[in-house]
């Protein structure tokens, strides 16, 4: 079902389609899923990988946004608080309940930081994921037990989600086709094609694993690609005005050691007014985020000097365990498609988190903005649109309930596969087939053999960055061992892909190549 030739064969069959979307973030699959439960015709392409950009590069919360409460924008927090329940009820293997801690140094933020977890409380309803509550200094550091004491008055406790982004992305790809939809990666759109009324009727895209090119039809053309909707826009209309201005977050991912307890820290109030968290992830830390203006945009952003230096000195601040730049296991970049103002404010925090949908002239359909905790309400406001637009049929959204592949209701999360969901037999019979396939790729990891051949078999995984980085997390979570294990990996998708030993060779180069900018030097 989720072979790549049997996907080329239905794209080879259908050239017309009703909706084509070009992107395949969280966006893009979100719209698919929303598109193909509703009964249109739906294909997606992503040029790179599922989640490649923004999607894969988060800090991992599933959340209302505590400082969109604090900006007074309670439509956009009580919308994501709600979007976040509907999470955790439909995909429970990759989803989880964070408690959070904000350490207190004033007494008057004691009392601040209380009240409006209250309202955030309140504004979750019955898709609650905990109460609020004050606790004294004493269980603060017995919970935090590598925080600063010094001055340290107590603490609030509230719960928010947690989550593995890329891995969530490729279950949605799987859920649109089990659904009946084709979803395609290493797929590029190069051009649109419109009718002789300049209406956008469809697109020219790309093979790029066999360079093969097909013209195909569409009812309606949706432009889900983050931070390059501009260049999609403009191929539409080369004069069209800039409608995203990318900001950067950079995250460090660390040990368990500087966070050992199951309690994340939020810091509510750096120096330049953002927020800072360290957030348990899979057996690791994950530290950051900043908020950083850039004028470009690229596949593999990279760290800023500055970033990095700020994000250390702030955790050091709270931490007694002190963390340089020899610790950080992994450091990853990502991209905010903000939509741009109107003015040219260097202020992040104040330009709309909530997302837009676009329409052009010739009636491509562009979604912008918004977060991952809300992929399914984008997609649901954008198919929406669609319909009033008169470009498909009547049909009500179904997603609310609809359960992602994978998920399960009970997780046990003591053993590390259990992130596949209701896929971990699936792995544990690849390990009795072939007791091989429970080899290590890193003695000083968790991941195993039979990960890699079932992300091949299963999850559209097509290169060793597709593996390392989407569906295994390595390259996140310890960048060097990812590097001295893509040699493995390589092998193991040469062999499941019949590919030659050049093949091979050019695939570890590649990775290294990547994989290097994500090592602190």
Not at 151 to 171: C, E, I, M, P, T
Not at 397 to 408: A, M, V
Not at 456 to 485: G, P
């Amino acid at each position: 079902m989720f072979k790549r030739e049997t996907l080329i064969d239905q794209l080879k069959a259908n050239i017309n389609w009703d909706v084509i979307i070009i992107g395949g973030g969280a966006t893009g699959l979100g719209v698919a899923l929303d598109c193909v439960t509703r009964g249109y015709k739906t294909l997606l392409l992503e040029q790179v990988d599922f989640a490649k950009g923004t999607s894969s590069r988060s800090t991992k919360l599933v959340h209302g946004g505590v400082r969109y409460l604090a900006q007074g924008n309670i439509d956009l927090v009580r919308e994501a608080l709600y979007e976040r329940g509907l999470m955790l009820q439909n995909a429970s293997h990759l989803v989880s309940n964070q408690s959070f801690i904000i350490p207190n140094y004033k007494w008057w933020d004691n009392f601040f930081y209380t009240v409006g977890l209250k309202v955030y409380d309140f504004l979750a309803g019955k898709l609650s994921f905990g109460k609020s509550i004050r606790i004294k200094k004493s269980e603060t550091i017995s919970r935090l037990s590598t925080l600063k004491t010094d001055k340290l008055k107590g603490g609030v406790v509230y719960h928010d989600g947690q989550f593995d982004d890329s891995r969530l992305a490729v279950n949605i790809a799987q859920s649109c086709i089990e659904n009946g939809g084709t979803v395609l990666n290493h797929f590029k759109v190069k051009n649109l094609q419109k009718n002789e009324h300049g209406k956008i009727n469809g697109v020219i895209a790309i093979d790029t694993e066999t360079n093969t090119e097909y013209a195909l039809n569409a009812k309606v053309v949706v432009n889900a690609t983050g931070v390059f909707s501009d260049e999609v826009l403009q191929m539409d209309n080369k004069d069209a005005e800039n409608s995203i201005r990318p900001s950067q977050g950079i995250h460090l991912v660390f040990d368990k050691s500087f966070l050992p307890g199951n309690d994340a820290i939020m810091i509510p109030k750096t120096d330049d007014g953002r927020v800072l968290f360290l957030v348990p992830w899979h057996n690791r830390v994950v530290v950051g985020t900043t908020d950083t203006l850039l004028d470009s945009h690229s596949l593999e952003p990279k760290p800023l000097d500055k970033e990095i230096a700020f994000v250390l000195e702030t955790a050091n601040r709270y931490l007694n365990k002190k963390a340089d730049k020899n610790d950080v296991l992994s450091i990853f970049a990502g991209l905010r498609p903000l939509a741009a103002p109107k003015d040219k404010s260097e202020k992040t925090k104040e330009i709309s988190r909530s997302h837009k949908i676009i329409v052009s002239d010739s009636e491509l359909v562009s979604i912008t903005g918004g977060k991952w905790t809300t992929y399914r309400r984008m997609a649901q406001d954008t198919v929406n649109k669609i319909i009033d637009l008169n470009k498909l049929s009547k049909a009500n959204c179904k997603t609310q309930g609809l359960k992602i592949h994978g998920s399960n209701g009970s997780v046990d999360r003591t053993n590390h596969l259990y992130i596949y969901g209701t896929d971990q037999k699936g792995i544990e019979e690849l390990i009795k087939e072939n007791p091989s396939f429970g080899d290590k790729l890193h003695e000083r990891l968790e991941f195993t053999k039979a990960e890699v051949i079932w992300a091949v078999r299963h999850e559209m995984a097509r290169s060793i960055e597709d593996v390392l980085a989407r569906r295994v997390r390595v390259l996140f979570l310890d960048a060097k061992a990812a590097i001295e294990m893509a040699p493995m990996v390589g092998e193991l998708l040469r062999s499941e892909l019949n590919e030659t030993n050049d093949w091979k060779s050019a695939q570890i180069s590649e990775f290294i190549e990547i994989a290097d900018q994500y090592i602190l030097k």
